[in-house]
């Protein structure tokens, strides 16, 4: 007989109804043959052109489409009007309209794309984390919390 406080035994992976997938995952690879469309003809800030420049050669490009257009030529505009006249309420609008765009790690995060990584960047990463911890001069580990210890 079973007792009433034990759990039931978990449901066979097959049977569960959430399985926690993810459907919107996307490795994104930068496209060296997308072309940035032309910006709207007017007199843009040196700073609006590269950002334009810096959003197309991204890997985020490929993801986008021709309907993102239209929100990206309004982020120009913003930006450009922020780089002549700079103020809070343009700093907001911008940050709020960058999330659609995943133009920075936490709404590429949110948005669940994540930019592959080359070897050689693969292979930093893993120098970096192999190297012993970092010694001052008189021979002594240089992270202060080396000296703690369990009482």
């Not at 994540?114 to 292979?123: L, P, S």
Request: aromatic share 6%; charged share 30%; with cysteine.
């Amino acid at each position: 007989m079973r007792c009433s406080s034990m759990a039931p035994p978990p449901k066979p992976a097959g049977m569960r109804q959430r399985r926690n997938r993810v459907s919107t995952n996307a490795k994104l690879v930068a496209d060296p043959k997308l072309k940035a469309p032309e910006l709207p003809d007017r007199s843009w800030h040196s700073m609006t052109v590269a950002w334009w420049e810096d959003v197309w050669s991204s890997p985020m490009a490929p993801e986008y489409d021709d309907s993102d257009r239209h929100g990206l030529f309004l982020m120009a505009v913003l930006i450009d009007e922020f780089w002549l006249s700079p103020s809070k309420e343009l700093a907001a609008e911008i940050r709020l309209q960058r999330q659609a765009f995943g133009l920075s790690p936490i709404d590429r995060r949110r948005l669940q794309w994540e930019i592959e990584r080359g070897d050689e960047a693969n292979e930093r990463t893993k120098k970096r984390r192999a190297k012993p911890a970092a010694k001052v001069a008189d021979g002594e580990p240089a992270d202060p919390r080396s000296i703690l210890h369990v009482v």
